[in-house]
């Protein structure tokens, strides 16, 4: 039994070290902030840079995790889809869907949990999900209309 175990043990972490192998996952480039929108006010860009700005900007912080398979493949494709699908630093490039994104945070679908495992600051309160989702529809409602700041970071 004993053997048993010692094979399966070298074989999981022979396993973990071919995966490191692949280079998915090691594409942390944060490309440059080409436009934000205009915050209605600090706390809604506090808010949105606490809870928000690492899948949902260029401005990711990388934790050293997102480092060491198969964690970073999920950390990239969480970045890769939330970048998709909302960036404030390519304001203006593409259609923001706004009733979505009070959906998801009024409905606590974001962050998402796995996401406030590892980054409790980003949990927020009813009152600063309430302020979140008013200072987003304040600051992202003008999608579209041409309005945004150049050059400066969310």
Known sequence: MKRFVLNLVVGLAALLVILQLIPYGRAHTNPPVLATPTWD???????????????????????WY????????????????????????EWGQGKQETEEIRKVVENGEMPPRIYLLTHPEARLSAQEKTA???GLLASLGGAGSGEREEGHSP
């Open 66 to 89: 997102a480092n060491v398979a198969p964690v970073s493949w999920l950390v990239q494709r969480d970045v890769d889809q939330g970048r998709a699908k909302l960036n404030v630093s």
């Open 41 to 63: 006010s600090p706390q809604t860009q506090a808010l949105f840079e606490r809870a928000c700005a690492d899948c949902h900007s260029n401005q990711t912080t990388w934790p």
């Open 132 to 134: 979140l989702v008013e």
